[in-house]
């Protein structure tokens, strides 16, 4: 009997001390659990966007805003779902566009592509297209002696501050595999024209026109570092540019605003490198990316004279090497819907870069529509500008459309400039 009260004892005493904690302790973990995941985000992403914020403060420091004709930034190749989504892309990185837009998305390859592009063109509408601008000045200049003089000028004055932009990528190849990348691009180009008043009334032209060889190769690792992964791509361009001001009464002359011979043209080779950090599933409703890329990284300029169009060429400008950091989330499917959510700080260290023109945000609504087609519902904001659109994939078709303002002005003043682009693929 005695025996039997002391293990009773015993077992009232293991049930208080250590059974009796334990479940307090489980209780305890299930509701400060997500409270500590919360935490530990919140921490991470402050982190993360401090980061950001101080590079962001230190590379422009130096920018002093030089004495350009033209304040926008060049982007050596333009996505159009990446530009739909506000160009915030560097940590979404998940398709073809990661070979320029950060290369170690392509560790997000599962299968092989062949993507062949029929064309993709991008112009601003209405008043403000080129088209428009070059009918007017034709018509103006079929005047003869001093009326067609007095008429150029007369329409040049009438469009003091306007803008006028066209890109144009009549073919492009891309292949993809698993963790490799390969893109030839053998026109993309881009003009810009704008009516300025200087002594008189002028035409500011900026030409650009690469081809382009890039190849990339994505690392994903394991252990203690999975999750990660590292891309390299290799480029080689062609460029051929041309910025200039000219008279209207020179152009009253000549007729033409851009002449073979005052072309500059070069070959360069440089490199991309980026990074991405995919965060274990701590939140089972969201999975947390993020990414970096240094883009032209050694920015070498195009210094090798590869003579095709002019034979006593300048030496065309460089592209500078510029820094992207961004984040992403992906959230938990509702029926076939995927939404994604992205932000981006683009193009740090560029001589035109200033703090409206570097934050990019982006979101994307994927509708899954069975095996080989997809919708994405596609908008975001680019240097503080709306941007929309869509991207359509059935089999072996893919449709990409989107509208997007960029930033054109200066510090001081403000001017948005609104392209309409559009791109139609072969997606095998």
């Known amino acids: ?19 009796r904690p334990l479940d307090y302790y489980q209780e305890l973990s299930q509701k400060t659990l ?58 979404v990185a998940d398709d073809y566009n990661a070979l320029f837009y950060n290369p170690a998305g392509l560790s997000n390859n599962r299968s092989n592509n062949l993507i062949i592009s029929l064309g993709s063109y991008g112009s601003s509408t209405g008043d403000s297209s080129i088209s428009n601008l070059y ?44 963790s490799m990348g390969i893109a030839i691009l053998p026109a993309d180009g881009e003009l810009v024209l704008g009516i300025d008043k200087q002594v008189g009334p002028t035409v500011k032209a900026k030409f650009i026109l690469d081809s382009t060889f890039a190849l990339g190769y994505a690392w994903s690792f394991g252990g203690t570092l999975k999750g990660m992964a590292l891309g390299l791509a290799g480029k080689i361009v062609h460029r051929v540019s041309l910025e200039k001001i000219m008279p209207v ?4 002359k000549s007729k033409d605003i851009i002449k073979t011979s ?44 590869v003579t095709i169009i002019n034979k006593k ?43 409206k023109k570097l934050y990019h945000l982006g979101t994307e609504l994927k509708l899954d529509l069975g095996t080989h087609m997809d919708l994405r519902l596609l908008a975001g904001a680019n240097q503080g500008y709306i941007t929309y659109g869509v991207a359509w994939q059935a089999f072996w078709y893919l449709i990409e459309l989107a509208s997007y303002g960029e930033e054109v002005g200066t510090k001081e003043e403000s001017k948005e400039n609104r392209v309409y682009t559009g791109r139609f693929a072969f997606h095998f």
């Not at 002093?64 to 779902?81: A, D, V």
């Open 1 to 19: 009997m005695t025996m039997i009260r002391v293990l009773a004892f015993k077992k009232k005493i293991i049930c208080r001390v250590f059974l």
């Open 34 to 91: 997500p409270i500590l995941i919360l935490y530990y985000l919140t921490i991470t992403l402050s982190i993360y966007i401090a980061l950001i914020l101080l590079a962001s403060s230190v590379l422009l420091a130096k920018d002093s805003e030089p004495n350009k004709s033209f304040f926008s930034i060049h982007q050596p190749y333009l996505g159009i779902r990446p530009i739909a989504m506000g160009n915030a892309f560097t940590a």
């Open 135 to 178: 009918n007017e000045l034709r018509q103006a200049g079929n005047h003869a002696g001093s009326i067609r003089t007095t008429e150029l000028t007369e329409l040049a004055e009438s469009k003091y501050g306007k803008y006028y932009y066209a890109r144009f990528t009549p073919l492009s190849f891309f292949y993809t595999r698993p």
């Open 249 to 252: 009464l020179e152009y009253e």
């Open 262 to 305: 005052s072309l500059n043209e070069g070959m360069g080779i440089d490199a991309d490198v980026g990074i991405l950090y995919n965060m274990p599933d701590l939140l089972s409703w969201s999975n947390i990316t993020f990414g970096g890329a240094v883009r032209n990284l050694f920015d070498s300029g195009y210094r090798e004279k």
């Open 313 to 355: 060429p300048g030496t065309p400008p460089n592209s500078e090497t510029r820094y992207d950091l961004g984040v992403k989330g992906v959230f938990k499917s509702l029926w076939r819907f995927t939404p994604t959510l992205a932000f981006d700080i683009r193009d740090i260290a560029h001589s035109n870069a200033n703090p």
